[in-house]
């Protein structure tokens, strides 16, 4: 309630155009993740990592747009665009860059020999899931409990769904005998098994090595498809989990980083399965007038260009070390930090989470303080406490994160 109040008062023209965005857009917003209470914060702008809101505050973001601003405000995607913005856009034709772009992504993930390009990752998880179903002739789709694909396709206990009308089986994440279980029952009738090598937008809970590779063998053994959503795990290595993991997948569902900071999706997999969008094969419609919008597709190869192997390995190696500081820091209030690399989630529970009904019940009101805490420190996280670190922060954004978060749980221990 105090600290609600205490933004309220902050933040009074953020206040006013959140009351004028609600009365044109249904809870003023319209990504639904953004909405917190009383009300989201409002951006003007920002250099590196520092956003400065409309009332005139500078915030730390450690948000990173839910991982889609790795690369922070990089002159080189300004280039790419504003090299756009010289030679035109919107030509209803093909042109070079989606090729060299497409080249990039099959070059990085060893199990995508062809991609097709969409809007965002829930059109590309969407697509996956519609191509598994025509190539394999069969309806039936296994996903997780937890697991998010975009908008129609989430599993997040507590969200009203919007939902597609698949022939959906949610099953535990993490319960390979729960996995087994629904193969013997009907293996015959499974397109595709839909995952998140780790739940991203459910916690930041990585999948135990052998739960992917059973849901490898499985597939394979019963016809069926992996679909594996990499639109947050892309990020761990230049070939995604599949290559921490040492697992590929049939189709590969990308999205958020790659496009620079631009709507991006795409979805490839080997060019056998692929072939269902070739005229000359399947012949499958793939339509969209923007696929291929030219501001994408040229900033797509050039993140790709700035994100090598090692440079993706310094974030997570970052990630890591800043995970251990943030649990050490969380102690006095028995939170844990769930992750992988440079993403993850600070928990109102003790841990371990292996899986989402390990923190059910946890009052989210500690949330929403923590969120609020944070925030008025000058530290921007998700209400749901996900971060996701960009390449634009400092050693000293850091160091002063952890300070804060020492800060709120020394404040509210015991
Ligand atoms: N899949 C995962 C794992 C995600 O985290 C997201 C994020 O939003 C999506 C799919 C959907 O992508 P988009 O927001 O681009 O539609």
Redesign the pocket.
């Known amino acids: 309630g105090d600290a609600t109040r205490r933004y309220r008062e902050r933040n009074p023209k953020s206040a006013r155009l959140a009351r004028a965005a609600t009365e044109v857009m249904p809870g003023g917003n319209t990504r639904s993740v953004l909405h917190t209470e009383p009300f989201g914060i409002r951006v003007d702008g920002a250099e590196g990592a520092v956003l400065t809101t409309v009332d005139g505050d500078q915030v730390v973001d450690l948000l990173g747009d ?1 991982s889609a601003g790795l690369l922070g405000r990089r002159p080189e995607v300004a280039e790419a665009v504003r090299g756009v913005l010289d030679r035109g856009w919107g030509y209803g034709a093909m042109g070079e860059p989606e090729t060299a772009f497409a080249r990039a992504l099959v070059e990085r993930f060893v199990s995508v020999d062809q991609v097709r390009f969409t809007n ?3 059109e590309a ?1 969407l697509m996956a899931v519609l191509t598994a179903r025509h190539v394999s002739g069969r309806d039936r789709v296994v996903v997780f409990d937890g697991a ?3 908008g129609p396709m989430t599993f997040l206990p507590g969200s009203a769904p919007l939902r597609v009308p698949f022939d959906f089986a949610v099953l535990p994440y993490n319960d390979t005998a729960a996995v087994e279980a629904e193969f013997t029952s009907c293996g015959d009738e499974i397109a595709c098994v839909l995952v ?1 090598p780790m739940l ?2 459910g916690g930041c809970i990585p999948a135990s090595p052998a739960f992917l590779s059973a849901l490898r063998s499985l597939t394979r053994a019963h016809g069926s498809l992996l679909v594996m ?1 990499e ?2 795990t892309s990020r761990l290595a230049v070939g995604g989990a599949q290559q921490v993991y040492g697992i590929h997948a049939d189709l590969t569902v990308l ?2 980083y790659f496009g620079g900071g631009l709507s991006f ?1 795409a979805f490839g997999g080997s060019r056998h399965v692929m072939a269902a969008f070739d005229p000359a094969q399947g012949g499958l419609t793939h339509g969209g007038t923007f696929n291929n919008n030219a501001f994408t597709m040229a900033v797509g190869s050039a993140v790709t260009e700035l994100l090598d192997a090692d440079t993706l390995k310094r974030l997570n190696e970052r990630g890591d070390r800043l995970r251990d500081q943030l649990a050490q820091a969380m102690a006095p209030v028995g939170f844990c930090v769930t992750g992988v690399g440079s993403m993850m989630t600070i928990r109102p529970a003790p841990g371990p989470v292996e899986r989402w009904s390990d923190i059910a019940g946890v009052d989210p009101r500690w949330r929403r303080l923590l969120f609020h805490d944070l925030l008025a420190r000058g530290y921007y996280i998700a209400e749901r406490g996900y971060l996701a670190l960009s390449l634009a922060l400092t050693e000293q954004h850091l160091d002063g994160f952890i300070a804060a978060a020492r800060a709120f749980a020394e404040e509210h221990a015991d």
Request: zero cysteines; charged letters at 25%; glycine letters at 30%.
């Open positions: 839910y965002s990752g829930s998880d998010y694909h975009g998140e991203g937008a959503d639109v947050m999205g958020k999706g």
